[in-house]
């Protein structure tokens, strides 16, 4: 009987080591290869792990389970073939080698029977520990920080999910508090109610919490990437479609894509299961009382959804996707963790929307879609062009939104506007928004959501629902979201300035200043994710567009989705008028 490592095993430098993340598979591995196993779950932190091994491969479910065990991946010795196996996976890890590693000789990374494997053979032997970990590290694209400056540490427990290859992994509360570590835990997540001794690095004693809540569920593994608005299967119960020992994986999860929805008991189903689908925007029709969700998660399932509707189906899958990355994510517990311990945690980055705008008789209406924005830290840097903003006004309708006034002269660039309106903004991410369009109130926040999950240097939303003035008629398009694509609506971008000071910021030109922007991005490598596209709405009044297009373009009948009279938001839309 054959099986999905027989190719590895009768190719890879003997002896080998297979270390297990999590994985039941492995045990129908023969017994008589040149090697042996260790399972993760079983190192002893304290005891030296036996070396001498020519080649090392990890065996994970998926990338969640690959990230979570890096911080349990001990010290194996140095050689010059490491792979990483991910029975679940949906698509195959590749690697880019640290500069302090010998030369990368190849990388084969292919499908399995099962799963797929990724093996990286090098020149002269490397840390195998420091190879599995940059696997992890570079299992999801862009730059990750999931720890986000708290220092966690575990006292007789896993690690929580996500990847924090620094956290600690001790034997007693007290060990934590060790005074020789240099590097001391802010928080201790333990079961023991045991005190460490107040330590000279950060003058208290590391918090201890035994009761941190539900796991995390790291989103940058499980998330909305891949949504499908149709489905050509019907609502599966979660033990059908997950019979299986690891539960929800990736494969799983894409599975439940081409369903419906998916059936969810909350008093029998394993809560963190149903959390890792929920953030993945699969559309759940939960019964049963569930312990542990957080109220606005438990809310977004009892909300009766038409899942026979493509819309009310997709609206559904946000909100409940939204609760979930507000209380049950990564981010969200780590943010818990720091509050206890009244340290810094870098949460969702301030945000600065830039408003330019030549037509006073907007003001009151694009002032109110940035006022109602909730769940962001957001600034508004207005750009008036050819008149100037009553400050008055301004304040009136912001509230306690911060701002920064500016004002041009009518012949000045449009891109000239932007770029000082940039200059002043004091937001980490910057967002420009079209003076004359709609915004759902979650508009900043589902950006900052897609902008940590994706990974991306750019985000944006798809002009996917338009109001034509002129016809009074609310057109749906049929534009894919939730993908990386190189086509957002300029008024929804939203970019790092890091990266728009890299690219020269916005180019002094009339017109076309997205395209100029987006344009610039992709020529430097960048990464544009488009996400959903419910929480915005593009109005066309037949006139007075930088974006000329004929109204009709918009409604032709290969991109269109649907159409209504009159002005037909979704329900994500509250609408200032």
């Not at 940058?220 to 599966?236: M, S, T």
């Not at 922007?517 to 992709?522: I, N, P």
């Amino acid at each position: 009987m054959t099986h999905p490592l027989d190719s590895f095993l009768a190719n890879a430098p003997t002896p080998i080591l297979i270390v297990t993340a999590d994985n039941p598979v492995v045990a129908a591995l023969p017994t008589g290869f040149d090697g042996s196993f260790l399972a993760l779950s079983q190192v002893d932190r304290g005891a030296p792990v036996k070396r001498g091994w020519k080649s090392i491969l990890l065996v994970a479910s998926d990338r969640a389970t690959l990230r979570q065990a890096a911080s349990v991946i001990p010290r194996l010795g140095q050689c010059r073939t490491v792979g990483v196996w991910l029975t679940e996976g949906t698509s195959p890890l590749v690697l880019h080698p640290r500069g302090e590693w010998a030369p990368l000789s190849s990388l084969n990374a292919r499908p399995l029977a099962r799963g797929f494997l990724t093996v990286a053979r090098f020149d002269d032997p490397v840390g195998a520990h420091a190879v599995l970990a940059e696997f992890a590290r570079q299992a999801v694209p862009g730059a990750d920080a999931t720890h986000g400056g708290v220092v966690v540490a575990y006292a007789g427990r896993p690690a929580a999910p996500g990847l924090d290859v620094r956290a600690l992994h001790v034997s007693s509360v007290e060990e934590a508090g060790d005074a020789d570590r240099d590097v001391p835990p802010d928080v201790v997540i333990s079961t023991s109610l045991d005190q460490p001794e107040t330590h000279h690095v950060i003058d208290r004693a590391p918090t201890v919490v035994t009761d941190p809540g539900l796991d995390p569920v790291d989103e940058l593994v499980f998330n909305p990437v891949g949504w499908r608005k149709d489905w050509d299967r019907p609502v599966i119960d979660l033990l059908k479609l997950a019979p299986g020992p690891a539960g929800v994986t990736e494969a799983i999860v894409d599975r439940a894509r081409g369903h419906q929805g998916v059936r969810v008991d909350l008093g029998r189903d394993d809560a963190n299961h149903v959390l890792r689908l929920a953030m993945a925007g699969v559309p759940l029709v939960a019964t049963g009382t569930g312990i542990g969700l957080s109220p606005a998660v438990i809310e977004a399932l009892s909300t009766t959804a038409d899942l026979a509707d493509p819309l009310s189906r997709e609206e559904h899958a946000l909100r409940l996707r939204r609760a979930t990355f507000a209380h049950h994510s990564t981010l969200a517990w780590r943010s818990g963790l720091a509050a206890r311990a009244g340290v810094r945690h870098a949460g969702l980055p301030a945000v600065s929307v830039l408003l330019a705008t030549m037509r006073p008789q907007q003001l009151d209406f694009a002032l109110g879609q940035v006022a109602a924005q909730r769940g962001a830290d957001v600034e508004l840097v207005l750009a008036t062009h050819g008149f100037a903003a009553d400050e008055e006004q301004v304040r009136a309708v912001l509230g306690a939104t911060p701002y920064v006034l500016l004002d041009f002269e009518k012949d000045a660039f449009f891109g000239d506007v932007l770029r000082a309106a940039a200059r002043a903004a004091s937001g980490e991410v910057l967002m420009k928004i079209d003076d004359d369009d709609w915004y759902s109130p979650h508009a900043v926040h589902d950006l900052l959501m897609a902008r940590r999950f994706s990974g991306a240097d750019v985000v944006g939303m798809p002009s996917e629902f338009v109001y034509l003035q002129q016809d009074d008629v609310t057109v749906r398009r049929n534009h894919p979201s939730e993908c990386f694509n190189r086509f957002i609506a300029g008024g929804t971008i939203m970019i790092d300035r890091g990266m728009l000071r890299a690219l020269g910021d916005f180019r002094r030109v009339r017109r076309f200043v997205d395209t100029q922007l987006l344009a610039g991005v992709e020529a430097a490598g960048g990464r544009i994710y488009r996400t959903h596209g419910l929480g915005y709405v593009l109005r066309r009044t037949g006139s007075g567009h930088t974006w000329a297009m004929d109204d009709d373009q918009f409604r032709r009948a290969e991109i269109t989705e649907t159409q209504w009279p009159g002005f037909h938001p979704g329900s994500e839309m509250r609408v200032a008028d």
